[in-house]
């Protein structure tokens, strides 16, 4: 029986990977007290509870995880 729910737990978990975007720019402007991105294209991001943008800075190259649901960033790699 615990292997039936893990098994079920487990496609749960790859459906919602399913349901993300990647998106790649240079950062206009960051603002952690809003927790908000804006990149080169003008597009601006909300990045949800517990995304860390102090590190971010104006010319960094990024890539975002925005969930799609939500539409909020998930997860910031910068240096691309």
Known sequence: MKTILAAIAATGMLTLAAYAAEVEGTVQTVDPATQTIALDDGTVYTAGAGVDLTSLAAGAKVKLTID????EVTAVEAGM
Do not use: G, L
């Open 68 to 71: 799609d649901a939500t539409n």
